[in-house]
């Protein structure tokens, strides 16, 4: 982009921008001039990018900068320069100065690294996989960046990545007359389509692309010979192993596929993107090709990467791609402390759970305290620092007694809840909360008083348990289980009452929770008396419920104990055929109590908290997986107890809240049984991350 004569006015040090003291100016470009400047409220140095001056009463240009400016204020990750603050100065001669404040970097760009040495293939995948966090998080956010390129990414001193510019170019290019409008950003790393004016999200993917090409080869993938970068608009790059010949085939393609002419042959994502690339040039654990979640996030596999310059590990003292120094488990006093503390809710979330999708991390949290239901995705923070204050997506849903659950392929999100009117409502949602799911936009409608669960059975049967909006002399001895096909929208089949079994007990807490088993046949609902097994299924207009022979499983047979059952979990016994259930009781004393369910009679119940003298529980979850026997309890001191054994053995694990004081209030294992995750009763409304 050329620069537009008189773009740059003269400045001097000791100039004053509205409150920053202007020091010396530490870079100049098309895209307007860098100073180091002194803050004199907050007490520390600063970044101002000061932009081409305008005329007054350029309109379109001050529009156009205030959004982007809001627009990039908002974007929060490790991987992008924040924005302190921006504004705009009226001059003397009726021009405008527009400027945005941010973090000086001391560490200088990679375009100036790239001058002083080559770097090595780990090197180049941990620069290029903190991009990729960076760019995706801002797409996800609406933010394009339109000038991916190496001056661009600045470095702290350990190679860790700030993008910077989000938008400028954009803005720059605004400005130019009509006869000289340039691209914007650099033409060496822009699309073809961006060079066209079209530029869309899919424009800085190819950008990375160009900077991994760049990386790995010491070249351009346009350059000649003799050192010149010709316009590519309409010419294929040169071969990668032209100028690295060690480079496997594999890497070529992945390079070149990410440098295709048409925006949807690119890869849809930069993180898909730089994970091929990094397949291709790496052997990490699989499964047949496919790297796991596991390795992506921790560097499993990239441990050791031999590149050009020699080999990069751990060992290095640098931190496999993908971790940060907050994140590692020896940056943490406590080795058993959380690895992520999410917070964003304003009261403590009373429901978790993790997304069933392959490939996906995402954790899902609701809050009766503020109504709202958050997805966070641990991907997208896995180079943030230990405190995670924003969540990927939330919606306020303007109920109370909110319940959730993931359907069995991740697709979709059910959320349940009520109003003060008695009217409770259950909405399917895209796994993103963008929106109802096509054909649910109604949801399904019930008159409740208390909605006490929810529950997939197979892929498309949607269950749930709750007590109806009846008299107060009812005291609570109806509960109702309803059951749903998603596929049929339309049909709204009668509800079955599971009531006449037990005696009453309050109107609140006599039917407390619902689990699916994990073969999806059979239900368990906690009751105040126990635990009832038994399997739904729709027979016309109706749900029927088919109560197992063996009746109610009480904690104590016999005993009027008056503990309820609060919650419910299924494991698989040791040879894979059989289920247990566990629970946890509510009262005193509070238990974890499990029965080996093999038939019409189940064993006696196991008292695990009596045999090893446990704390009090608070909260229980066990693990979805058919081939192991993980379940954990949350207690009043707001520990984590893990077993991975037989009921009734010592834990695993004890897993600890660190700086987190309060109760554990609800638990949530991944599907692939890696993560923890845990609310808490603090006043931070504190959401607890563990690597297990």
């Given at each position: 982009?050329?620069?537009?004569?008189?773009?740059?006015?003269?400045?001097?040090?000791?100039?004053?921008?509205?409150?920053?003291?202007?020091?010396?100016?530490?870079?100049?470009?098309?895209?307007?001039?860098?100073?180091?400047?002194?803050?004199?409220?907050?007490?520390?140095?600063?970044?101002?990018?000061?932009?081409?001056?305008?005329?007054?009463?350029?309109?379109?240009?001050?529009?156009?900068?205030?959004?982007?400016?809001?627009?990039?204020?908002?974007?929060?990750?490790?991987?992008?320069?924040?924005?302190?603050?921006?504004?705009?100065?009226?001059?003397?001669?009726?021009?405008?100065?527009?400027?945005?404040?941010?973090?000086?970097i001391?560490?200088?760009?990679?375009?100036?690294?790239?001058?002083?040495?080559?770097?090595?293939?780990g090197?180049?995948?941990?620069?290029?996989?903190?991009?990729?966090?960076?760019?995706?998080?801002?797409?996800?956010?609406?933010?394009?960046?339109?000038?991916?390129?190496?001056a661009?990414?600045?470095?702290?001193?350990?190679?860790?990545?700030?993008?910077?510019d989000?938008?400028?170019?954009?803005?720059?290019?605004?400005?130019?007359?009509?006869?000289?409008?340039?691209?914007?950003?650099?033409?060496?790393?822009?699309?073809p389509?961006?060079?066209?004016?079209?530029?869309?999200?899919?424009?800085?993917?190819?950008?990375?692309?160009?900077?991994?090409?760049?990386?790995?080869?010491?070249?351009h993938?346009?350059q000649?010979?003799?050192?010149?970068?010709?316009?590519?608009?309409?010419?294929?790059p040169?071969?990668?192993?032209?100028?690295?010949?060690?480079?496997?085939?594999?890497?070529?393609?992945?390079?070149?596929?990410?440098l295709?002419?048409?925006?949807?042959?690119?890869?849809?994502s930069?993180?898909?993107?730089?994970?091929?690339l990094?397949?291709?040039?790496?052997?990490?654990?699989?499964?047949?090709?496919?790297?796991?979640?596991?390795?992506?996030?921790?560097?499993?596999?990239?441990?050791?990467?031999?590149?050009?310059?020699?080999?990069?590990?751990?060992?290095?003292?640098?931190?496999?791609?993908?971790?940060?120094?907050?994140?590692?488990?020896?940056?943490?006093?406590?080795?058993?402390?959380?690895?992520?503390?999410?917070?964003?809710?304003?009261?403590?979330?009373?429901?978790?759970?993790?997304?069933?999708?392959?490939?996906?991390?995402?954790?899902?949290?609701?809050?009766?305290?503020?109504?709202?239901?958050?997805?966070?995705?641990?991907?997208?923070?896995?180079?943030?620092?230990?405190?995670?204050?924003?969540?990927?997506?939330?919606?306020?849903?303007?109920?109370?007694?909110?319940?959730?659950?993931?359907?069995?392929?991740?697709?979709?999100?059910?959320?349940?809840?009520?109003?003060?009117?008695?009217r409770?409502?259950?909405?399917?949602?895209?796994?993103?909360?963008?929106?109802?799911?096509?054909g649910?936009?109604?949801?399904?409608?019930?008159?409740?008083?208390?909605?006490?669960?929810?529950g997939?059975?197979?892929?498309?049967?949607?269950?749930?348990?709750?007590?109806?909006?009846?008299?107060?002399?009812?005291?609570?001895?109806?509960c109702?289980?309803?059951?749903?096909?998603?596929?049929?929208?339309?049909?709204?089949?009668?509800?079955?009452?599971?009531?006449?079994?037990?005696?009453?007990?309050?109107?609140?807490?006599?039917?407390?929770?619902?689990?699916?088993?994990?073969?999806?046949?059979?239900?368990?609902?906690?009751?105040?008396?126990?635990?009832?097994?038994?399997?739904?299924?729709?027979?016309?207009?109706?749900?029927?419920?088919?109560?197992?022979?063996?009746?109610?499983?009480?904690?104590?047979?016999?005993?009027?104990?008056g503990?309820?059952?609060?919650?419910?979990?299924?494991?698989?016994?040791?040879?894979?055929?059989?289920?247990?259930?566990?629970?946890?009781?509510?009262?005193?004393?509070?238990?974890?109590?499990?029965?080996?369910?093999?038939?019409?009679?189940?064993?006696?119940?196991i008292?695990?908290?009596?045999?090893?003298?446990?704390?009090?529980?608070?909260?229980?979850?066990?693990?979805?997986?058919?081939?192991?026997?993980?379940?954990?309890?949350?207690?009043?001191?707001?520990?984590?107890?893990?077993?991975?054994?037989?009921?009734?053995?010592?834990?695993?694990?004890?897993?600890?809240?660190?700086?987190?004081?309060?109760?554990?209030?609800?638990?949530?294992?991944s599907?692939?049984?890696?993560?923890?995750?845990?609310?808490?009763?603090?006043?931070?409304?504190?959401?607890?991350?563990?690597?297990?």
């Amino acid at each position: 982009m050329q620069e537009r004569e008189g773009i740059h006015q003269a400045k001097t040090a000791g100039e004053t921008l509205g409150r920053y003291h202007l020091l010396h100016c530490i870079g100049r470009s098309s895209a307007g001039e860098t100073w180091l400047a002194e803050d004199p409220l907050l007490h520390r140095q600063v970044a101002i990018k000061i932009l081409p001056s305008q005329k007054q009463h350029d309109h379109e240009y001050a529009t156009l900068f205030k959004r982007e400016a809001q627009t990039v204020i908002t974007l929060s990750h490790p991987h992008i320069l924040p924005i302190h603050d921006y504004g705009e100065r009226l001059r003397a001669d009726g021009q405008i100065d527009s400027y945005l404040v941010m973090p000086y970097i001391e560490g200088g760009s990679l375009a100036e690294l790239l001058k002083q040495r080559s770097l090595s293939q780990g090197e180049a995948l941990n620069l290029l996989v903190q991009a990729a966090e960076a760019i995706d998080y801002a797409h996800a956010q609406g933010a394009v960046h339109h000038d991916i390129k190496p001056a661009n990414m600045l470095l702290r001193s350990d190679l860790w990545l700030l993008l910077a510019d989000f938008g400028i170019a954009s803005i720059v290019a605004s400005a130019q007359p009509a006869k000289k409008k340039a691209i914007p950003g650099a033409l060496s790393y822009s699309a073809p389509e961006q060079a066209q004016g079209a530029a869309v999200a899919a424009s800085d993917r190819y950008s990375l692309a160009v900077v991994a090409y760049q990386l790995l080869t010491g070249h351009h993938p346009f350059q000649t010979k003799t050192g010149s970068s010709i316009v590519h608009l309409g010419q294929s790059p040169f071969s990668p192993r032209r100028w690295n010949p060690a480079l496997p085939a594999t890497c070529e393609d992945v390079l070149l596929h990410g440098l295709a002419k048409k925006p949807d042959d690119r890869y849809p994502s930069a993180h898909e993107f730089v994970e091929e690339l990094t397949r291709s040039l790496t052997a990490p654990t699989t499964t047949g090709n496919a790297v796991t979640r596991r390795n992506l996030l921790i560097g499993a596999g990239v441990t050791a990467l031999i590149g050009a310059g020699g080999i990069w590990s751990a060992a290095s003292g640098r931190l496999p791609f993908g971790t940060t120094p907050a994140s590692t488990p020896a940056s943490s006093p406590d080795p058993d402390g959380p690895t992520k503390i999410l917070r964003g809710h304003k009261k403590p979330a009373h429901a978790l759970a993790w997304s069933p999708a392959a490939g996906g991390m995402v954790l899902a949290s609701v809050c009766n305290g503020d109504s709202t239901v958050k997805l966070w995705n641990l991907q997208t923070f896995s180079g943030q620092q230990t405190v995670v204050n924003k969540s990927t997506a939330s919606k306020e849903l303007g109920r109370t007694q909110l319940a959730l659950a993931w359907s069995l392929d991740g697709g979709s999100l059910a959320l349940g809840g009520g109003n003060d009117q008695g009217r409770s409502k259950i909405d399917v949602y895209h796994s993103d909360l963008s929106g109802p799911i096509a054909g649910l936009e109604q949801g399904f409608s019930l008159s409740a008083a208390g909605l006490k669960g929810l529950g997939w059975i197979k892929q498309t049967l949607l269950a749930a348990l709750y007590t109806p909006d009846m008299p107060a002399h009812d005291n609570g001895q109806h509960c109702l289980l309803g059951l749903w096909n998603t596929q049929e929208p339309t049909l709204r089949p009668q509800p079955v009452s599971i009531s006449g079994i037990l005696s009453p007990s309050g109107y609140e807490t006599t039917y407390q929770s619902l689990a699916v088993s994990l073969d999806e046949t059979r239900l368990a609902i906690g009751t105040m008396q126990g635990a009832l097994v038994g399997s739904a299924e729709l027979t016309g207009n109706h749900v029927l419920w088919k109560p197992a022979p063996f009746g109610l499983l009480q904690a104590f047979p016999g005993k009027q104990t008056g503990n309820a059952i609060n919650e419910l979990g299924w494991i698989w016994t040791k040879d894979g055929e059989a289920q247990s259930l566990l629970s946890i009781t509510q009262g005193k004393p509070n238990l974890l109590v499990g029965w080996n369910i093999d038939g019409a009679t189940p064993h006696e119940p196991i008292n695990i908290s009596k045999l090893n003298n446990f704390p009090p529980f608070t909260t229980l979850v066990t693990s979805s997986n058919t081939q192991k026997r993980l379940y954990a309890a949350g207690t009043q001191a707001g520990e984590v107890y893990l077993w991975d054994d037989d009921a009734g053995q010592l834990p695993k694990r004890i897993l600890k809240g660190g700086s987190i004081k309060g109760r554990v209030i609800a638990l949530a294992l991944s599907p692939d049984e890696l993560w923890m995750a845990a609310s808490y009763d603090d006043r931070d409304a504190s959401i607890a991350i563990w690597e297990i």
